[in-house]
């Protein structure tokens, strides 16, 4: 990898675990539902995905993960494999939907977010040995649907800047 695109991904990695750490002290929907945020660090993976490669959104996607538990909650914690299956499963998903459909980002960001939010039940139905967190899921991907509209308005802004077409 040349040194230009290294350091250009190393500082949108920065920058998402910036907006990952802003956005945790902004209580969304008054802190309702624990765990709930925005996803703002979700624009820099989403720009990743359109600017580079499949395998450098995974490296941002997975790079954020790691670095916001080191810093914040701890590596190998429970919240750990959360974030991680959800970071996964979302990077995969708007990847292969942005490059076999026609959905606009806006679509793929939501389907980032909804799978986001799937994965991480599957990982707490795994960690936690119970199925009754599933119970969760609706009221997560009712919140999801939004946040994903804003995230995809907000990089499609950032890609007309960098004259893409989102």
């Known amino acids: 990898m040349e040194i230009r695109k290294l ?8 920058l998402s675990v910036v907006f990952n750490i802003v956005e945790s002290t902004i ?9 709930v945020k925005l996803g703002l660090s979700n ?5 990743v995905i359109y600017m580079y ?25 429970i919240t750990f494999f959360f974030s991680l299956g959800g970071a996964i499963l979302s990077t995969i ?22 799978t986001h939010s799937i994965g991480q ?19 997560i991907l009712i919140l999801t649907i939004p946040t994903g509209i804003v995230v995809g308005m907000m990089t499609r802004n950032v890609l007309k800047f ?5």
Do not use: H, Q
Not at 7 to 14: C, H, N, R
Not at 162 to 166: D, I, L, R, S, T
């Open 7 to 14: 350091t250009m991904l190393s500082m949108l990695l920065a």
């Open 27 to 35: 209580p969304f929907i008054g802190g309702v539902i624990p765990g």
């Open 43 to 47: 624009i820099i993976i989403l720009f």
């Open 53 to 77: 490669t499949f395998k450098e959104a995974m490296y941002v996607s997975i790079g954020k993960v790691i670095i916001i538990s080191l810093v914040r909650t701890g590596l190998f914690g």
């Open 93 to 114: 998903s708007m990847y292969m939907v942005k490059r076999y459909t026609k959905l606009s980002i806006i679509g793929i960001s939501i389907i980032g977010s909804l």
């Open 121 to 139: 039940i599957l990982i707490a139905m795994l960690m936690l040995r119970t199925f009754n967190v599933i119970f969760y899921l609706p009221y």
């Open 162 to 166: 960098y004259n893409v077409k989102a």
